[in-house]
């Protein structure tokens, strides 16, 4: 990745954090919602509609079956439609327009699960999502095996500066046991967004978690879990996050993913990340630039990573632990192979199989890639013929490699809630691995430390780093991202 390239992804995240400092509403009026009486007005919808911008909508328990469309607030200004406190609030979905706040609602449409998703927000900019569970509803039609819907959280392109924090999100587009569709389907490929945080999300009972068409997004401390390919749509191929924007004039580039879990991933199409191009073949020339970091996969039936002809994706201090748990031999627990200049690098590997497995990849990447100081252990000692980068080449032929138990703190089961993958005292993937590129000496830091000190965010989380958070980089310190 060139030193512009870096400067790029950086400049995009100081503009997301500074958006988050500086986006406070000026004050407007508080309209009340209670369906019984008593308030303003009793549909949440007549309250949006009267709304001027900077108003808000309390709403108070009750079930409201309606789908409410908020119209724009002003910049500084937000239309919000909120929960009183604590009470459950019922609803069926939203539209958003630009610069509106959804915050606390249970969004449910069991009797038409795909009729309209839970949050639609059109080609907007500046809304926050925050804090709602929204289950069995879906855009673009139920799923099934010749359709996957359009998303409990559906972006129409070119939407911008979205804020989609702390929901909960299952059962994606159906209800009972499924089919079921895509989480969140962010941008289009008929033209991408940009500058999206996704973060502190809970995801589960879908076919892709998120699928993505955007420049510029920053996606951590979100978890996946209970991701079952007996359940998914169409060809039963699951993904935590997923983007294919064809050979359009879509660009999805710049974008992070970071402090992620993902467990419990069940299948022999189960994959932690699916983004592939169809150039025929040949390097995608609309989508690049991806940082993998700090994730943590528990339980998981295929292979971590299956990208195809993205290059520059930059992968390291990652986790991985019971990949390929549906068939190991000749597979790939971490696939890159054809994606150019990339880097796998300082990244922790641990399998549990049940029975012999040979002949297969720990990782592959494409031409160019960095790769090497990578750490894997077969716990139950069936692991033989374990190659590195290169297929027959063993791994511990590539630089900086160890095959050494790596001590996590607490191993219950496959994808189980209990694991702990916290590095215990004397660990031999404390104090190893190797360091990171940095850019020009004239920068303050690398960019990856600037990175890091900007994504300490709102709750003040900080990157998994060892050794007070200095900049070398061992294995990893991987545990659990919330």
Known sequence: MSRLDLRIVTLAMQT??????????????????????????????????????????????GTYNEIVTIPAGLAGNYNTVTVNGSD???????????HTKIIGFHISNPSSPGSHACVEIGASKDVYVNSNVMTSCGAGG???PSN?????????????????????????????SGPFGLGMDLGDPSGSGDHYLVENNDISHYDLGIKFNNQFGVFRNNTFHDQ???????????????????????????????????????????KTMLMQSDNSGATCPN??????????????????????????????????????????????????????????INNLYLFHFSSSQSNFNVYQCGLGCNFGYNLYFCATSNCSSVWGNTPAIPFLNDTGSK??????????????????????????????????????????????????????????LEPRLYNGGQLRNQYTDAGQPH
């Open 403 to 460: 095959n050494a138990d790596p001590k996590f703190a607490n191993y219950v089961g496959f994808g189980n809630a209990a694991n702990d993958y916290h590095l215990l005292a004397g660990s031999p993937a404390i104090a190893a691995g190797r360091y990171l590129t940095t850019v020009a000496s004239g920068d303050a830091g690398s960019v990856f430390d600037r990175l890091s000190r900007l994504y300490r965010g709102r709750n003040g």
């Open 228 to 270: 079952l390919d007996a359940e998914g749509c169409e060809n039963t191929h699951t993904d935590e996050f997923f983007s294919e924007p064809g050979t359009t004039s879509t660009t999805v580039q710049h974008n992070v993913f970071e402090g992620n879990l993902q467990r419990n991933a069940v299948g022999p199409n189960a």
């Open 16 to 61: 997301i954090c500074c958006v988050l400092l500086l986006a406070v509403s000026a004050s407007g009026a508080n309209l009340t919602v209670k369906s019984g009486g008593g308030g303003n007005f009793t549909t949440i919808q007549a309250c949006a509609t009267a709304m001027a911008a900077g108003d808000t909508c309390t709403v108070y328990a």
């Open 148 to 176: 996957c819907g359009a998303g409990m959280i559906h972006s129409s392109p070119n939407s911008s500066f979205l804020y989609i924090q702390r929901n909960t999100l299952t059962k994606a587009g159906n209800v009972g």
């Open 287 to 344: 989508c690049s630039y991806a940082i993998v970091r700090y994730n943590v996969v528990s339980g998981l039936g295929s292979g971590a990573a299956s990208n195809y002809y993205w290059p520059h994706i930059m992968n390291y201090n990652n986790t991985v632990v019971d990949a390929l748990n549906n068939g190991a031999s000749n597979g790939t627990a971490d696939y890159a192979q054809f994606s150019p200049t990339g880097s796998y």
């Open 88 to 98: 459950v609030v019922n609803v069926l979905g939203f539209t958003a327009s630009s």
């Open 142 to 144: 139920v799923p099934g």
